[in-house]
């Protein structure tokens, strides 16, 4: 429920700050006075698209922030899937504002949100149907939407999906099974030779690697057979070699040791730092080794190898560990196409299984849907028989399909607002009153499903007037029951006067600026602006009694 809004520099509108209740809250005022520029703003909140044009004159940027609470449960667990929490009192602030440069920023509860994120939060929040959602009525692809919504079969709509992507995969596999046998042909040539390639490569993983390695000791083979002899020289064979100091220096600390009990740990720790350096001395001796056979022949060989892998994965654009995965991978397709035959044959029985169930799922979805829409028709057929149009016929039409993401039907809405006439697509209404009135009524059987504690309602009255806006106040005045709210523009006075708390909005121009202004009328007020609205001149005295009379019966 939407408990607060703060709009600042929108158009006329230099700043308002508005309380919202439950229960029916209406707009009125004179035209132009900035209804609709409220109505906008909560739009802008819920991710409309934004433009620079809305910033009031001669201000750097444009604000709208609100305040919901009294979320639901099952808004909260929503939510929590959008990692988005209530704070502790379970409320959720949203802000957005419109800079200079045409840059949006949205926030929810502080944190930087993105647009697509902010629409997707609001659609849980707040329903805003405006004059042009009579034209979104008309388009037929959201009829199968609201026909689910209503029907509330969702656990179904989801086990079909499933089977239906699997018959989807299915048909994939099939089909690139089906190509044409003289590209498969081409194509087996193909990996045919490259698994020969690749087989006589006999390429292991690090081999690379350990071959450049071996070929550096080779190259530089001179240079580190002087080295190893320098430095085992120096550890084990020289008169005054490190092995032979060492071990004097170890002798001399036993000796020490007689009189100083700390040098035979010192003794103990040269002792085997000696023995460290023979077997360093031992390993070194490895380097000056000649190799077994030929060395110009071994480093041709390692190079030719070395020249192979490199030819390979330019050829193949990919490192050692690629070309050993695409072995295996060639092994793999050519084992396909081989066994292609009999692939296809157990593809076609699992298609054949895939395709029944989805069938069969499909008939249960339909049978939820063809249950939903008798009692959707009955519901909207009661509630516009209410609205003074008792000859109305809403029927749902449904149009068999092979398998879709929908199932294997397509429903659609069929009106008749007069008795005698075939009932028709909804575009086809000519009267603007009777779509206004067709659009409340499917709000009315959807609000139970959609959960939404918010609705807005801009202009719903259009083209009606008298006893039949009345009735729209009552449906309006339901609609806000069982902490929901409801919040309209209207010009109907008799709307007005069903209201719980009625909103006048004006404006005045001051100093050459024109500034809009929202009042909630007491009693008295709400008189005197239903009078007006009535069409009374000044304070006629009849107008002023009849508005108090109208009150009086609603209020």
């Known amino acids: 429920m939407l408990f607060s809004l703060h709009i600042r520099s929108v158009a006329l509108i230099r700043q308002l700050d508005i309380d919202f209740s439950e229960g029916l809250t209406v707009f009125t005022g004179e035209t132009g006075a900035g209804k609709s520029i409220i109505i906008d703003s909560?739009?802008?909140?819920?991710?409309?698209?934004?433009?620079?044009?809305?910033?009031?004159?001669?201000?750097?940027?444009?604000?709208?922030?609100?305040?919901?609470?009294?979320?639901?449960d099952d808004t909260v667990k929503a939510l929590a899937e959008m990692d988005i929490e209530p704070d502790e009192e379970g409320n959720l602030f949203i802000s957005r504002r419109i800079g200079a440069d045409g840059r949006s920023v949205s926030r929810i509860n502080g944190r930087v949100t993105p647009v697509g994120k902010l629409r997707s939060v609001s659609a849980l929040l707040i329903d805003i149907h405006g004059q042009q959602d009579t034209t979104r009525l008309a388009?037929?692809?959201?009829?199968?939407?609201?026909?689910d919504l209503y029907a509330g079969n969702g656990k179904e709509k989801e086990k079909y999906l499933s089977a239906y992507r699997r018959v989807l995969s299915l048909?994939?596999?099939?089909?690139?099974?089906?190509?044409?046998?003289?590209?498969?042909?081409?194509?087996?040539?193909?990996?045919?030779?490259?698994?020969?390639?690749?087989?006589?490569?006999?390429?292991?993983?690090?081999?690379?690697?350990?071959?450049?390695?071996?070929?550096?000791?080779?190259?530089?083979?001179?240079?580190?057979?002087?080295?190893?002899?320098?430095?085992?020289?120096?550890?084990?064979?020289?008169?005054?070699?490190?092995?032979?100091?060492?071990?004097?220096?170890?002798?001399?600390?036993?000796?020490?040791?007689?009189?100083v009990h700390e040098a035979e740990e010192l003794s103990e720790r040269l002792n085997s730092l000696r023995i460290e350096l023979e077997d360093i001395a031992d390993s070194v001796t490895a380097y000056t080794d000649d190799p077994e056979g030929d060395p110009q022949r071994a480093l041709d060989d390692i190079e030719s190898r070395l020249s192979l892998i490199s030819s390979l994965k330019r050829k193949y654009r990919t490192d050692e560990s690629g070309l050993i995965s695409l072995l295996a991978e060639t092994e793999k397709e050519l084992d396909l196409i081989d066994n292609s035959d009999e692939r296809r044959e157990d593809i076609q029985k699992e298609l054949a299984e895939a395709e029944a169930e989805a069938y069969s799922l499909a008939e249960t979805l339909y049978y939820t849907r063809l249950d939903a829409a008798y009692k959707m028709e009955k519901q909207i057929k009661e509630i516009l028989s209410g609205l003074d149009m008792p000859s109305v016929t809403f029927v749902t039409e449904f149009v068999k399909t092979p398998l879709s993401s929908g199932g294997t039907d397509i429903a659609r809405f069929l009106i008749s607002a007069n008795a005698g006439e075939e009932p028709r697509p909804v575009a086809?209404?000519?009267?603007?009153?009777?779509?206004?009135?067709?659009?409340?009524?499917?709000?009315?059987?959807?609000?139970?499903?959609?959960?939404?504690?918010?609705?807005?309602?801009?202009?719903?009255?259009?083209?009606?007037?008298?006893?039949?806006?009345?009735?729209?106040?009552?449906?309006?005045?339901?609609?806000?029951?069982?902490?929901?709210q409801v919040i309209c523009v209207t010009h109907s006075a008799q709307i007005a006067a069903l209201a719980k708390t009625h909103l006048l909005i004006s404006k005045t121009t001051s100093f050459g600026r024109t500034e809009t202004h929202v009042k909630s009328l007491s009693r008295e007020g709400r008189i005197k602006e239903i009078a007006r609205i009535m069409g009374g001149i000044g304070d006629s005295e009849e107008i002023i009694k009849a508005a108090e009379a109208m009150l009086g019966e609603t209020v």
Not at 139 to 147: A, F, G, R, T
Not at 428 to 446: N, P
């Open 139 to 147: 388009d037929e692809s959201i009829h199968p939407v609201l026909l």
């Open 428 to 484: 086809k209404i000519a009267s603007g009153g009777e779509c206004a009135r067709i659009m409340l009524a499917v709000k009315s059987v959807l609000a139970k499903a959609e959960n939404i504690c918010t609705m807005i309602f801009d202009e719903v009255d259009t083209g009606i007037s008298g006893a039949t806006s009345s009735r729209i106040g009552m449906r309006l005045r339901a609609l806000a029951g069982d902490n929901k």
């Open 171 to 259: 048909r994939k596999e099939l089909e690139s099974i089906n190509t044409d046998m003289s590209d498969k042909e081409e194509r087996k040539d193909l990996l045919s030779f490259r698994l020969k390639e690749l087989q006589r490569a006999k390429i292991t993983a690090g081999e690379e690697e350990e071959l450049t390695a071996k070929r550096n000791l080779l190259v530089n083979r001179e240079k580190i057979v002087v080295s190893a002899h320098t430095a085992y020289y120096s550890l084990y064979e020289k008169d005054e070699s490190a092995a032979t100091l060492i071990a004097e220096a170890e002798q001399a600390l036993r000796t020490l040791s007689d009189y």
């Open 42 to 72: 909560i739009a802008l909140l819920c991710g409309a698209r934004s433009d620079k044009s809305i910033i009031r004159t001669g201000e750097d940027y444009a604000e709208v922030e609100g305040v919901f609470g009294m979320l639901s």
